[in-house]
């Protein structure tokens, strides 16, 4: 907990108190307009934004080249996603593929399990590439996007993410499960954390649809608010079909990203010196 409340007092130097940032989960896929991220990003004087690691792509060249930027940097991170296993959609590139919530949470204590092989191939290929980032960089980590796995085995994740990457602070995701205590509880959709320190990310609840005045001000308690919209999943709205994160059209316009700054800087920072040039 200590490092936790060290960590959040860093943060603090980065960015805004109460920060917010768009949720940009599908960042690492392959079409991504990284020109209109960067450029929309860069204008601050602390980037803040997050995304999923290797669901959209094994790699993330637009990860990379943010974390090159020489400003100060807040970012999260899932680094799996447990959704798919829920709803029976797991790539076979996925983590989870092939497990269910009882199934993987047993293999997560099985050191030779294929789930174990394959997060600590996701997180070594983070860690590689958090080391090459340029200037400073807070990271906070969620090993499991809305996870389904049970408490004992998300701890178990957390604490193998906490010996690898030391210096990130570390973030619980559950799906329908308490948060575990220590570390910083992380909620999706609408409704806000039960306890800090928190995140909160209205991934699932396109932001376009709901009264953002109202989210702004029940979520103040909350380290970081991401702001969502269907689009930032490479979807184009809400109930579209499901396609493969691989294989989804997601080269969207400048026109988006300048829109997410728009809706920022009205609802979080309107009298800011980013938000006046």
Same mark, same amino acid.
């Given at each position: 907990?200590?490092?936790?409340?060290?960590?959040?007092?860093?943060?603090?130097?980065?960015?805004?108190?109460?920060?917010?940032?768009?949720?940009?989960?599908?960042?690492?896929?392959?079409? +991504?307009?990284?020109?209109?991220?960067?450029?929309?990003?860069?204008?601050?004087?602390?980037?803040?934004t997050? +995304?999923?690691?290797?669901?959209?792509?094994?790699?993330?060249?637009?990860?990379?080249k943010?974390? $090159?930027?020489?400003?100060?940097?807040?970012?999260?991170?899932?680094l799996?996603?447990?959704?798919c296993?829920?709803?029976?959609?797991? *790539?076979?590139?996925?983590?989870? =593929?092939?497990?269910?919530?009882?199934?993987g949470?047993? $293999?997560?204590?099985?050191?030779?399990?294929?789930?174990?092989?394959?997060?600590?191939?996701?997180?070594?290929? %983070?860690?590689k590439?958090?080391?090459?980032?340029?200037s400073?960089?807070q990271?906070?980590?969620?090993?499991?996007?809305?996870?389904?796995?049970? *408490?004992?085995?998300?701890? $178990?994740?957390?604490?193998?993410?906490?010996?690898?990457?030391?210096?990130?602070?570390?973030?619980?995701?559950? =799906?329908?499960?308490r948060?575990?205590? *220590?570390?910083v509880?992380?909620?999706?959709? =609408?409704?806000?954390?039960?306890?800090?320190?928190?995140?909160t990310?209205?991934? *699932?609840?396109?932001?376009?649809?709901?009264?953002?005045?109202? +989210?702004v001000?029940?979520?103040?308690?909350? $380290?970081?608010? =991401?702001?969502?919209?269907?689009?930032?999943?490479?979807?184009?709205?809400?109930?579209?079909?499901?396609?493969?994160?691989?294989?989804?059209?997601?080269?969207?316009? %400048?026109k988006?990203?300048?829109?997410?700054?728009?809706?920022?800087?009205?609802? %979080?920072y309107?009298?800011?010196?980013?938000?006046?040039?």
């Amino acid at each position: 907990m200590m490092r936790v409340l060290i960590t959040i007092l860093i943060v603090s130097l980065y960015a805004p108190q109460a920060a917010a940032a768009p949720s940009y989960l599908a960042m690492c896929h392959k079409d +991504w307009n990284c020109k209109a991220t960067l450029q929309t990003l860069s204008a601050q004087d602390a980037i803040v934004t997050g +995304w999923i690691e290797n669901t959209f792509n094994a790699q993330c060249p637009c990860g990379d080249k943010l974390l $090159a930027l020489p400003n100060p940097k807040v970012i999260r991170v899932h680094l799996i996603n447990s959704p798919c296993m829920r709803n029976r959609r797991c *790539g076979r590139y996925e983590v989870l =593929y092939g497990y269910s919530k009882v199934s993987g949470s047993r $293999a997560v204590h099985k050191p030779r399990s294929r789930l174990n092989r394959r997060f600590n191939s996701v997180l070594e290929r %983070f860690k590689k590439r958090l080391a090459k980032a340029q200037s400073p960089v807070q990271c906070y980590v969620s090993p499991c996007l809305e996870c389904d796995l049970d *408490g004992p085995a998300r701890r $178990a994740l957390l604490n193998r993410v906490s010996i690898a990457l030391p210096s990130c602070i570390l973030v619980d995701n559950p =799906y329908r499960q308490r948060c575990l205590r *220590g570390f910083v509880c992380e909620r999706h959709g =609408y409704n806000v954390p039960e306890s800090k320190p928190c995140i909160t990310d209205l991934d *699932g609840v396109d932001g376009a649809t709901v009264s953002i005045r109202r +989210w702004v001000a029940n979520s103040q308690q909350c $380290a970081i608010r =991401y702001y969502w919209e269907p689009w930032m999943n490479c979807n184009s709205g809400m109930g579209a079909p499901f396609v493969d994160p691989r294989k989804r059209e997601c080269g969207f316009r %400048f026109k988006n990203f300048d829109r997410t700054t728009g809706i920022l800087c009205r609802y %979080f920072y309107p009298s800011s010196d980013t938000c006046s040039r």
